[in-house]
């Protein structure tokens, strides 16, 4: 069974330093990228970026580029989303998922098939 | 940028009855689009790819239509289970890149 388990809720202050993880299990990590989506409180979805586990090929959405660093470590089958310097308009549900590219009617669609339960950071002082 | 808008904001529909959910691209798309079902507190599900595929598992009620810059999810016959808030997502293949829609509510009128 395909997984990807989330690391858990997070409180941090402004400024601070975060890095939260996504371990995948039930198939071939190395094989598909993980992508990040951010959800802030009440709003929409937002892709934020993704990683190749395999040879940590990443590529971020424009709007994230430079605020955050998304890695893998595919010796324990993780892949993290991190932060430097934390801002209050942080706070959001975070989540992984697997990204599955599927053929139909000649083309590749890639698609996150799979999901993380998602992680709740919040930044306040 | 490609930027997607979906209507209307808020669906009320009652029970067995049918949902059209609309979803619009500033540019072309083709069929690269896809709808997400998110209930709350739970992480999205993938309904529909490649404009009218739909993905494992995912129960013949729901439909998609449309390429371009139209698109329209149908639910045939409500169930209690679909009142959620669903989202259309654009998508290039390579270099790669995703766009979610604001989102329609699907509500119990």
């Known amino acids: 069974e395909v997984q990807l388990v989330q690391s858990g809720a997070e409180v941090k202050k402004p400024g601070e330093s975060l890095k939260i993880s996504c371990k995948g299990s039930?198939?071939?990590?190395?094989?598909?990228?993980i992508g990040w989506v951010r959800q802030m409180p009440g709003k929409g979805l937002e892709w934020m970026g993704i990683?190749?586990?395999?040879?940590?090929?990443?590529r971020y959405s424009p709007s994230f580029q430079g605020q955050v660093t998304i890695s893998a470590d595919k010796s324990i089958s993780t892949a993290y989303l991190q932060w430097s310097s934390l801002k209050a308009s942080d706070t959001a549900m975070y989540y992984c998922?697997?990204?599955?590219?599927?053929?139909?009617?000649?083309?590749?669609?890639?698609?996150?098939?799979?999901w993380g339960q998602g992680t709740l950071v919040t930044v306040s002082s | 940028e490609i930027v997607m808008t979906q209507s209307p904001a808020t669906l009320s529909v009652s029970p067995g009855e049918r949902a059209t959910l609309s979803c619009r691209a500033s540019?072309?798309?083709?069929?690269?689009l896809a709808w997400y079902q998110q209930k709350p507190g739970q992480a999205p599900r993938l309904l529909i790819y490649?404009?009218?595929t739909r993905a494992t598992g995912i129960p013949a009620r729901f439909s998609g239509s449309g390429s371009g810059t139209e698109f329209t999810l149908t639910i045939s016959s409500l169930q209690s289970e679909d009142f959620a808030v669903y989202y259309c997502?654009?998508?290039?293949?390579?270099?790669?890149?995703?766009?979610f829609g604001p989102g329609t509510k699907v509500d119990i009128k």
């Open positions: 998922a697997r990204l599955c590219s599927i053929a139909a009617a000649g083309y590749l669609h890639p698609q996150f098939d799979y």
């Open positions: 039930g198939y071939s990590f190395t094989s598909y990228w």
């Open positions: 990683i190749y586990p395999g040879d940590s090929d990443t």
């Open positions: 540019q072309s798309v083709s069929s690269n």
């Open positions: 490649g404009a009218s």
């Open positions: 997502q654009q998508y290039n293949n390579w270099p790669p890149a995703f766009t």
